[in-house]
């Protein structure tokens, strides 16, 4: 008769556990990126009235008689599955999509949050304003390299620090321009005129070792059947000798098939050097570079000239930021300029479900989640990362309510049992009346 008795309690304790989990769940059905738990019971040692019997002489085997003892908690497991995404349009409020956590340190140890709500302090870190724990990743050197062999760093988003201005120059397999376009092979053949003929021309900018700006006239003079001779002038700040110092020009001709492609059968066809001597600004001179006009085509239509790209740029400074999917941060300049300043690192772990919580939507590895395996997004399993959106709670309303409803009639049901245990145990007492 006490079995019962205490088979009820242990299932009256044990919903009262498993409403709390669910009190828990339903509390922080918006707090960001948690992870909602879940509860799961056992039986425990069950008392053997009568042990089974084997087949013999002609008889079946008897099954064994147990009368158990009650439950107890299984466990409290926590379902990592992805929260949906809110967006927010805040630059610094990041989300994970995917498995993976981001790192923050407070300068001793490291912890794991799927809490992106973050922002820069005063010192140009990125931190997370509520706990004022660093986030971590790999600094970029003054290159715009990032070595992720090298150990985690509290990233920095130093606004306002300047960058050099860049002469435009080739660099590597990069040439100091490239453009592109078009030039009417309906185009009169060159005259000088007056009124000059045969002529398309353009203007474009380079960028000296100082910064400052020249502009560059090009004069494509339609000179033969496919044929187009450049010819240039730059401007040097002295405006009674505006754009009339000459460019040096090497391999000016840009010879063109039948086709209306360059012919590639011609040395350098399309690769134009040009050379700006005597700059008068007190920057390194002459200042040379490639022009790559290997794109330019010949077809009859309006001719036009585009400026693809160019290697030169003026100083500046940083003013914002932005963040790819794959955690490199990319620093956004006055001049117009980006580089890499950063890379932010996120932790994959061989068992997330068996990380510890510790408060203030952090964990920490626990002996069975195994250790952390730190690395760039995007790679070996870790998700990606979104700028502007913030993860939201993973906890399933309807689901916690229907678990509600159930941990309340298990524990209406095992006081119940208390109470038809006492009347049985009262009608025994009352024998003796």
């Known amino acids: 008769m006490m079995r019962s008795l205490f088979s009820a309690i242990s299932g009256m304790r044990n919903h009262m556990s498993f409403m709390d989990v669910v009190g828990n769940n339903i509390a922080n059905v918006n707090t960001i990126a948690y992870k909602s738990s879940r509860v799961t019971f056992q039986d425990i040692l069950s008392q053997n009235v009568k042990g089974a019997s084997s087949p013999q002489n002609g008889r079946g085997g008897t099954n064994p008689a147990q009368i158990g003892l009650g439950m107890t908690l299984g466990g409290v497991d926590t379902i990592m599955t992805q929260g949906s995404l809110q967006s927010t349009g805040k630059l610094t409020d990041f989300s994970i999509q995917g498995d993976g956590f981001f790192i923050v340190s407070d300068g001793q140890r490291e912890y794991y949050t799927r809490d992106g709500a973050f922002d820069i302090g005063v010192d140009g870190g990125l931190v997370n304003p509520v706990t004022g724990l660093r986030v971590m990743g790999w600094q970029a050197d003054t290159a715009g390299i990032v070595d992720t062999d090298l150990p985690l760093t509290p990233l920095d988003i130093p606004f306002g620090t300047r960058i050099s201005a860049q002469p435009t120059a080739d660099t590597g397999n990069s040439m100091g321009m490239v453009m592109n376009g078009n030039l009417d092979s309906g185009e009169a053949l060159y005259a000088a005129g007056p009124p000059e003929v045969g002529v398309v021309g353009t203007t474009v900018t380079a960028y000296d070792s100082l910064g400052n ?10 000179t033969a059947t496919n044929q187009w001779t450049l ?4 401007d040097d700040s002295d405006a009674d000798t505006l754009m009339n110092n000459p460019v040096t020009v090497t391999n000016g001709v840009l010879q063109f098939t039948a086709a209306g492609v360059l012919d590639t059968g011609v040395a350098n066809n399309g690769m134009v050097g040009l050379s700006l001597a005597s700059l008068g600004t007190g920057a390194t001179d002459p200042l040379a570079f490639t022009v790559d006009m290997t794109k330019f085509t010949q077809f009859a239509g309006q001719s036009q000239t585009n400026l693809a790209s160019q290697t030169g740029f003026p100083a500046g400074a940083l003013v914002s930021f932005s963040v790819g999917s794959s955690g490199e941060v990319s620093g956004i300049y006055s001049n117009g300029a980006n580089r890499i300043i950063g890379q932010l690192a996120l932790a994959g772990f061989v068992n997330p479900g068996g990380m510890q919580r510790v408060g203030q939507n952090l964990w920490i590895p626990s002996s069975n989640s195994g250790e952390a395996l730190t690395g760039t997004p995007n790679s070996n399993g870790r998700g990606v990362v979104n700028t502007g959106t913030l993860e939201n709670s993973n906890v399933d309303l309807a689901q916690q309510f229907t678990n509600m409803i ?6 209406q049901s095992s006081s119940r049992v208390i109470t038809a245990s006492d009347t049985m145990l009262q009608d025994l007492v009352n024998i003796i009346r």
């Open 213 to 222: 700006t020249h502009t560059i006239r090009l004069d494509y003079r339609h």
């Open 231 to 234: 010819v240039a002038n730059f």
């Open 406 to 411: 159930i941990a309340q009639r298990g524990f």
